[in-house]
């Protein structure tokens, strides 16, 4: 029992030597000052740092911009621009040469119909033209035995009276077939052409190979939709209609183009609010350059008259992060908040307008981005 107490002594002397030879090393980085560490507080939006004067501080200014009203959107096709492509003849479609999202000219073949009603037209022009062929005949020999009175006048009335009602029959035959689409009258055919009445992109398609159409009393086969011009419809609250004004300009960003801007001119205010949103429609004209589609996402900025006090602070200060803005303020000690705020345009110098969340005279870490770095490391 002595050896054994004997030698947990010996051991523990042992490791104390060691130890003490260890820490009696030259450490080269032992003068070095230890590296910055940026600590998360309980609030995740809170953080604190032993060496907070590593972090620059900026004070927001005051800049003097006009108000502002954002509303979502979506573009739609200009209603007066629709204009449906329709048969009046019945029958069978036997050739398709355009189909749903082509883009077509004015004049342009869609497609071709086979009818029995243009058929029938065909009989009845040429059963008419027969008809005032032979009465013009007569009328031109009763006219020669009236000059030589070998008839009367009356009967020369009766001939002229014939005639003139031929021709009508004539025209109206004419007239019936360019109705039904045969613009040719001298080339009979019961196959006649439907042709896009203008230029844009086919929107609605009701129509198949080989299936049949009853004229006007079926769908329309095609909706063409002249999308140079088209429609920003915009829900606003009723809180904010009071600063929306018809004839005035809105700036309209697509969002699959965020980079490109369009101006849109405020030609209608719903006279009916939504139940439900308490929002009222709110229809912006705008001449496309190609970009927008129907269905598209928008958010239009609406401008008031009135100018407004806002902040401004460097473009490095603003953090954009999970879709928001943040800046980064002075919580007092050690401590820094990380605040929501809403960034507006960009101004000369670098500098970028704060809707809300930032007063003028207030200060946040000039370069957001390194604060934000070293939290994560």
Not at 100 to 111: M, S, Y
Not at 352 to 371: K, M, T, Y
């Amino acid at each position: 029992m002595k050896r054994k107490g004997f030698r947990t002594i010996l051991f523990g002397l042992l490791l104390a030597v060691a130890l003490t030879g260890c820490s009696s090393k030259f450490d080269p980085s032992a003068g070095a000052p230890p590296p910055l560490k940026v600590e998360k507080a309980e609030d995740s939006n809170i953080f604190q740092t032993d060496r907070p004067e590593q972090f620059p501080l900026v004070t927001a200014v005051e800049h003097l911009a006009v108000s502002q009203l954002n509303a979502t959107g979506t573009v739609s096709p200009d209603i007066s621009r629709n204009v449906p492509v329709i048969s009046v003849a019945s029958g069978r479609v036997v050739e398709i040469a355009a189909r749903l999202g082509d883009t077509v000219k004015k004049g342009q073949l869609l497609l071709r119909v086979q009818s029995a009603d243009v058929s029938a037209a065909f009989s009845d022009y040429q059963k008419a033209v027969a008809d005032e062929q032979l009465t013009r005949t007569q009328l031109e020999r009763a006219e020669l035995l009236y000059a030589k009175g070998a008839i009367s006048k009356n009967d020369l009335q009766v001939a002229q009276n014939t005639n003139a009602k031929a021709k009508v029959d004539v025209t109206t035959a004419a007239d019936h077939l360019r109705v039904l689409g045969s613009p040719n009258l001298d080339q009979p055919s019961g196959i006649i052409d439907i042709r896009a009445p203008i230029s844009g992109v086919i929107i609605d398609q009701q129509v198949t190979g080989a299936s049949g159409v009853q004229g006007l009393s079926s769908p329309n086969p095609f909706t063409i939709s002249d999308l140079s011009h088209v429609w920003i419809l915009c829900d606003v609250y009723e809180n904010d209609l009071a600063d929306i004004h018809l004839g005035e300009t809105a700036d309209v960003r697509l969002n699959a183009y965020p980079n490109n801007s369009f101006t849109g001119v405020i030609s209608n205010i719903g006279a009916v609010l939504d139940p439900n949103l308490r929002t009222a429609k709110v229809r912006l004209e705008v001449r496309n350059s190609g970009l927008m589609r129907p269905g598209m996402f928008v958010t239009a900025t609406f401008h008031g008259k009135k100018k407004e006090p806002h902040a401004a602070v460097p473009a490095t200060a603003i953090l954009h992060l999970h879709d928001r803005d943040w800046v980064y303020f002075l919580a007092g000690g050690k401590k820094f908040r990380r605040s929501e705020v809403t960034a507006g345009n960009m101004l000369p110098g670098n500098m970028q307008e704060i809707l809300s969340g930032l007063a003028p005279g207030q200060q946040v870490v000039s370069n957001a981005l390194e604060f934000q770095n070293s939290v994560e490391q």
